[in-house]
């Protein structure tokens, strides 16, 4: 039962256009959201993220949306470059014991195309 | 500049040889983490620590065994390889427990079981 779900598995944008990545989520408990990106060969690292409390979040080309009311979030990038082309991955936090746990969606490809 | 060493990128084992994944982080961190990647899945927590000698299980802890003698090394240790656990093994860690907290990743081991 996946509780975050990242519905399209790629993505082909032509560069300098808007890339948008979605991700739906199940779990209402949820109170903090990151998207974090992932080149071949290396770990992931961290985008942009989102509290529960806003509904956007803007940093340079990459902004987040979230609209709780439909459990959804989505990641914009405007314009695409060439060197965003990576897998990116949704995450949601939920409070687990003395801590907070990541919930990762399966990830979307997004090719940037020059 | 924050970072998280994994020991091998590349492992090949036996069906039923006792497999040791190593990680050390230089961030002072107190939290670290296993997650395994799989195509269509997406990270998947194995087991996490929130301090030495401390060890919690994630979504999918069953194969696999920690642990963590000191505060910047934390071992995943698959007890008997089976073929179902040929996976991408990622590592990460983080310095708080708060929803907001940023995980950094480790370049990953891929793991072939054979």
């Known amino acids: 039962d996946q509780q975050v779900k990242q519905n399209s598995p790629s993505l082909s944008v032509q560069e300098g256009r808007i890339s948008i990545l979605n991700c739906d989520y199940t779990?209402?408990?949820?109170?903090?959201f990151l998207w974090y990106k992932k080149y071949p060969a290396e770990g992931p690292t961290f985008l942009i993220s989102?509290?529960?409390?806003?509904d956007k979040n803007e940093d340079g080309r990459f902004t987040v949306f979230l609209n709780k009311s439909a459990k959804h979030l989505s990641l914009h990038i405007v314009p695409s470059q060439p060197g965003d082309s990576a897998v990116y991955f949704c995450?949601?936090?939920?409070?687990?014991?003395?801590?907070?746990?990541?919930?990762f969606g399966a990830g979307t490809i997004l090719r940037v195309k020059s | 500049d924050v970072k998280v060493t994994q020991s091998s990128r590349y492992l090949v084992k036996r069906t039923g040889e006792k497999v040791f994944l190593e990680c050390v982080q230089d961030?002072?961190?107190?939290?670290m983490f296993w997650y395994r990647q799989d195509p269509g899945l997406g990270l998947r927590l194995i087991y996490f620590?929130?301090?030495?000698?401390?060890?919690e299980k994630g979504d999918i802890p069953e194969g696999y065994s920690v642990s963590r003698e000191k505060k910047e090394r934390f071992s995943l240790i698959l007890e008997s390889a089976s073929t179902n656990q040929t996976s991408m093994y990622l590592c990460?860690?983080?310095f708080g427990t708060g929803a907001q907290e940023t995980q950094y990743f480790g370049p990953g081991t891929r793991l072939l079981v054979l």
């Open positions: 990460a860690s983080s």
């Open positions: 779990n209402s408990m949820f109170d903090y």
């Open positions: 989102i509290s529960s409390i806003k």
């Open positions: 995450a949601a936090s939920a409070l687990m014991g003395d801590g907070n746990k990541l919930v």
């Open positions: 961030m002072d961190h107190e939290n």
């Open positions: 620590s929130y301090d030495v000698k401390m060890k």
